[in-house]
């Protein structure tokens, strides 16, 4: 292949090295409003009475929208396939809040200034409810978030549970009991944030024609559309919604998180409206990682092969359901698809709090899932005395093999059998292994209070939702022998443009400067589920290679007839005839445009598969940790994928090296922190540590080859894949390090050092006769009470209802 | 309330009312490649060079920069020229989104000009206050030494 698996510069590569006003908010408009949020200040609350009265009377307020200026009507801020599997419990505003940071209202004024000015006098009038932050108390709280008639695919309303799974395949009962050893264990994973640097922007006016358009931000422009349609009640074909550049999105911009509001107040008042997040408000009111307790239990026979697997987990919500069946889905199909087990059953409960609702964010339940398996799977090794890799290696999944979570495990319905046709989980392993020199570095480099240690996670994604993420995309041909690539595949950053110009450019036999790519305009671009769920490669990919191979078969005909010969053959951008004689593209073109059996070259084609291919990882951690202190340094990551056939090394690298200190920060440095109150205290980042350009520690990322046959050319998912194994990788080294197993993420100073203290007491409990040498270590002892009561201080003043 | 200074090479005299920040001042010219990333400049997203430093723009009041010399990334590739470090950028694969991606050039020009070979560790300093949530800064760091002409 001359173009698919080589380097290639990325096609939007020039704009965004030039730093050109490529983003939704790089416009300049005349005229234009700019919208602020009121966002409730209490967790719980009935508005008795909301006067705009004053607010509105400010000079250079053009609109104030509270509940009053709209129907009833739920819906669902997740932008998924429809109809969605996500409770309708959502009013775009409503009279009651549910969290710190839910709708009060907007303003859209002159200046954002002014619009500040006018949220502080509006008078809102708030009957204050008692609210529950505590997920594991909301099924029987009497808080209850979602009484309300009218709202749809609420679980459980009177229980709090916004959506349950149960599942099972085999008799896991009988597994277990049939099993020599049972371990189970209970992990627990906090509210972290997809933290995209570009913040929620969205600007929308009226064309000449008064259509609806909407400039913003998101992974989802025809979701968008249908949702921003349905909320305000207008017709599709009034809407067009453009993605421009995006600054990042990672989940957090697969949600209509403004635009229905943005929209609203343009059409309120005819003119061009933006409204974007700043950085606290993106802490407060955009989403999150879903926060989840997952408990495994795990049998296995004296072979020490998986004879039953039995999952629970207990899912934060948040005060609305957005994504909340499908990230606990997630969490039990991707962390069941790697170990082969005749018996696995799933009882899972999302349930509503006063918090935040979470959301979508990249790895979309597998990271939760597989930091407690990976967790549990280097606890049971441990306790058998085995290498940790030596118990996975006995229980993958082989190729052949049927996936049995699949077949009962869909996007919030029934799934597709999945066949194993790829995997590379083996020699992710092989190469891993080799590069972090496992497992010699184990305890050689002990210095002091620094104990070094190395641990291994081994994870697994899907490619798309079989059976419900389609893509498509359009070509036409240009008298110069390019082509127009348009596809509703929205590229948020990742380079998924370039990957799917280098499939077109391949099929046609043509440098990748030939092809340009446009995406995403619901007017000029083929319908395209979203950029979520590792499904732009595998699934808009195949569209894009179908539409290229139509285009190639034309080309062949039309130059066939040009050449008046019977057969020939395409070639390098050539069409030639058995005689030698050729023709070029542009020519072609030409004369199909101009002169010869005159018509547009030009072909679409829809994909969607059946399949999932799970992409395999495995990571590998090198960390060491002051046992005075707990502080914990990360020295190395080795990550190392199988992603079917790579389309781009170089941005494959890059969506692995970008995943990780996404991952760092998830095990070690980030969640989100909230008050008695249920108000977020870190909501800048100053205060929710993402890892830096000094913080980084070394990585090494790699491909395995492995040529998946139902994706384009090979190729199966690597956007998502390289975040899940750092969390647990860490705490598997961390544990191996010094003996502290951290269950509860992330690793923080304090809780290593109780872990300790913990093992000390049990060990000095275990020798409380041998005096003498608990006298000599009392110094140290005194000195790491010390560092402990000030971790203990600051979490005092940390103190999360999420994490206690 | 008027203040002269130089942006992107050129005399500049603007006449903003009190209050008003670089920030807002160059993205109201139409200089997008500054961008909002926190209000307390946390990201970087915001910067720029001022007399060869890099600046949250943010954080500056348009009054502070009398008679300084202002740098925004558009000034780097004027036409359809291009700096090297921007194609060392491209060449590298160290551009994802691109959100950050001014950000990141302007604070490695920063360091270049005051260490013209500068250590792995001098660049990922140079470049810890610009934050990325895509390439992880390993790339953009490669980048940057390729272009020093201290390979990594």
Redesign the interface.
Do not use: H, M, W
């Given at each position: 292949m001359k173009i698919v698996g080589r380097k290639t510069a990325r096609v939007d590569g020039l704009a965004l090295a030039k730093g050109k006003a490529v983003f939704a908010d790089d416009i300049s408009q005349k005229d234009i409003l700019y919208a602020k949020f009121l966002f409730s200040p209490l967790a719980h609350a009935k508005i008795k009475s909301i006067n705009i009265k004053q607010a509105l009377a400010l000079k250079g307020v053009a609109a104030i929208l509270t509940f009053k200026d709209f129907p009833v009507k739920y819906y669902t801020t997740a932008g998924q396939g429809y109809p969605e599997p996500s409770p309708k419990d959502y009013r775009i505003f409503d009279d009651k809040v549910r969290y710190v940071g839910d709708r009060v209202a907007v303003a859209a004024a002159e200046s954002l200034e002014i619009a500040e000015a006018a949220l502080k006098l509006i008078k809102v009038e708030y009957e204050k409810l008692p609210a529950n932050f505590d997920l594991e108390k909301a099924m029987d709280s009497k808080v209850v978030l979602h009484p309300e008639k009218g709202k749809t695919f609420i679980f459980n309303a009177r229980k709090n549970i916004s959506a349950n799974i149960e599942a099972e395949v085999g008799n896991v009962e009988k597994g277990l009991a049939d099993s020599k050893y049972v371990f189970t264990q209970r992990y627990f994973t906090p509210y972290v944030q997809q933290a995209a640097i570009e913040p929620h922007i969205t600007r929308t006016w009226l064309d000449e024609n008064d259509r609806l358009i909407i400039r913003t931000a998101t992974q989802v422009p025809f979701h968008v559309r249908r949702i921003v349609a349905d909320v305000l009640d207008i017709p599709v074909r009034k809407i067009r919604v453009i993605k421009p550049r995006l600054g990042g999105g990672f989940g957090g911009k697969q949600e209509i998180l403004n635009e229905e509001v943005c929209a609203a107040l343009t059409l309120k008042t005819g003119r061009p409206v933006r409204l974007e997040f700043t950085r606290e408000e993106e802490f407060i009111a955009a989403r999150s990682r879903h926060a989840q307790f997952v408990e495994f239990t795990l049998g296995l026979d004296e072979d020490l092969k998986i004879r039953a697997i039995d999952l629970k987990i207990l899912q934060n919500s948040g005060a609305y359901g957005p994504h909340a069946l499908t990230v606990m889905s997630v969490t039990a199909s991707k962390s069941l698809a790697l170990y082969k087990s005749p018996n696995v059953r799933i009882r899972a409960d999302s349930v509503y709090t006063n918090l935040p609702p979470a959301g979508a964010y990249r790895g979309y339940g597998a990271p939760q899932g597989f930091f407690a398996l990976e967790s549990l799977m280097d606890e049971i090794a441990h306790e058998l005395g085995l290498d940790p890799l030596e118990l996975r290696l006995k229980n993958y999944y082989k190729k052949g093999d049927k996936i049995a979570i699949a077949e009962v495990l869909g996007e919030g319905r029934e799934g597709y059998p999945v066949i194993l046709k790829t995997t590379g989980i083996r020699q992710c392993i092989k190469t891993g292994r080799k590069l972090i020199d496992w497992p010699n570095v184990q305890n050689s480099k002990n210095q002091g209070s620094i104990r070094r240690g190395l641990g291994v996670a081994t994870v697994a994604q899907g490619s798309g939702i079989a059976g419900i993420d389609m893509g498509s995309a359009s070509i036409k041909m240009n008298e110069d022998g390019s082509f127009n690539l348009h596809v509703g595949a929205a590229d948020l950053g990742t380079g998924s443009d370039t990957a799917l110009a280098q499939i077109a450019a391949e099929v046609l036999e043509v440098p990748i400067h030939k092809i340009i790519v446009y995406s995403a305009d619901t007017d000029h671009t083929p319908f395209d589920t979203g950029a979520y769920a590792s499904s732009t490669t595998y699934i808009s990919g195949n569209a894009v290679k179908k539409a290229a191979l139509k285009i190639r078969k034309i080309i062949l005909e039309q130059g066939v007839k040009i050449l008046g010969i019977e057969k020939a053959g395409l070639k390098n951008g050539l069409v030639t005839g058995a005689d030698g004689k050729s023709i070029t593209y542009a020519e072609i073109c030409t004369k199909s445009f101009y002169t010869d059996f005159q018509l547009q070259i030009q072909a679409s084609a829809s994909h969607l598969s059946y399949d999932s291919p799970p992409p395999y990882n495995a990571t590998f951690a090198d960390v060491s940790v002051d046992i005075e202190t707990g502080f914990v340094t990360v020295h190395k990551i080795v990550s190392v994928s199988d992603g079917g056939r790579i389309i781009n090394p170089q941005m494959a690298e890059g969506q692995a090296e970008g995943a990780i200190p996404q991952s760092l920060g998830f095990a070690l440095s980030e969640f989100m922190v909230f008050d008695k109150f249920g108000r977020i205290i870190n909501r800048d980042f100053e205060n929710y540590h993402i890892f830096t350009a000094i913080d980084m520690p070394e990585i090494i990322v790699k491909f395995v080859h492995t040529n998946e046959p139902s994706g384009p050319f090979g190729a199966k998912a690597v956007a998502e894949i390289p975040i899940i194994g750092p969390a647990p990788a860490i705490a598997n080294a961390i544990f191996k390090a010094c003996g502290a197993r951290i269950r509860e993420l992330p690793i923080t100073p304090e809780k290593i050092l109780k872990e300790l203290r913990r093992n000390q007491k049990k060990k000095s409990e275990a020798r409380s006769q041998i005096s003498e040498v608990r006298g000599k270590k009392k110094s140290i002892v005194r000195s790491k009470k010390l560092v402990e009561e000030f971790f203990l201080s600051i979490r005092c003043t940390l103190m999360t209802f999420v994490n206690s | 309330m008027k203040v002269s200074f130089i942006l992107n090479g050129k005399p500049e005299k603007a006449d903003e009312r009190a209050g008003t920040t670089l920030f807002d001042y160059l993205r109201a010219q139409?200089l997008?490649?500054v961008?909002?990333?926190?209000?307390?400049g946390?990201?970087g997203?915001d910067s720029v060079l001022i007399d060869d430093k890099i600046y949250n723009s943010s954080l500056l009041l348009l009054y502070r920069l009398e008679n300084k010399s202002v740098v925004?990334?558009?000034y780097?590739?004027s036409g359809t020229g291009?700096h090297p470090l921007?194609?060392a950028?491209?060449?590298e694969?160290a551009?994802?989104?691109?959100?950050?991606?001014?950000g990141l050039?302007l604070a490695a020009e920063a360091l270049l000009k005051r260490v013209s070979a500068p250590s792995e560790l001098e660049?990922?300093?140079a470049?810890?206050?610009?934050?990325?949530?895509?390439?992880?800064?390993?790339?953009?760091?490669k980048a940057v030494m390729k272009y020093s002409g201290s390979e990594l």
């Open positions: - | 139409g997008f490649s961008k909002y990333g926190s209000d307390r946390e990201t997203a925004t990334l558009e780097f590739s291009i921007q194609a950028f491209i060449n694969g551009i994802q989104c691109g959100y950050c991606t001014p050039i660049v990922r300093q470049l810890a206050g610009v934050y990325c949530r895509c390439t992880g800064y390993v790339k953009p760091i």
